[in-house]
């Protein structure tokens, strides 16, 4: 197991930022890779961003790229995403995944956190 436990999210208007951030309990955080994902209302979970064990690799979804950056930091066991220009449509619960392998991770995370809600007003 993996617990992930996500924070940061929040109101924002457009155009605004915020940073989420997802610790993971554990002394194995750094061999796994990590992602993002969000669910809007009436929608199904979609995948934002991945990163692998150390951080040479990323992954964006097309909507995302340009606008948010997913980090890490192993020694503090945690991943964030940085969001910028944000847009209302970016609004969902955002979720905070695992999987040992990052070429997997947007199809089918191990592990996920309970989410924390992004809210984005026009």
């Known amino acids: 197991q993996v617990p992930l436990v996500e924070s940061g999210g929040g109101l924002v208007q457009a155009g605004g930022s915020l940073r989420l951030s997802c610790a993971a309990s554990?002394?194995?955080?750094?061999?796994?890779?990590m992602g993002w994902f969000r669910q809007a209302p009436g929608k199904e979970r979609e995948f934002v961003a991945a990163?692998?064990?150390?951080?040479?690799?990323?992954y964006y979804a097309d909507s995302v790229r340009g606008r948010f950056t997913i980090t890490r930091d192993n020694a503090k066991n945690t991943v964030y995403l940085q969001m910028i220009s944000l847009k209302p449509e970016d609004t969902a619960v955002y979720f905070c995944?695992?999987?040992?392998?990052?070429?997997?991770?947007?199809?089918?995370?191990?592990?996920w956190g309970q989410g924390t809600q992004v809210t984005v007003s026009s």
């Open positions: 554990g002394r194995t955080f750094n061999r796994y890779a």
């Open positions: 990163i692998g064990w150390t951080s040479g690799r990323t």
């Open positions: 995944a695992a999987h040992g392998n990052l070429d997997v991770i947007m199809h089918g995370p191990d592990y």
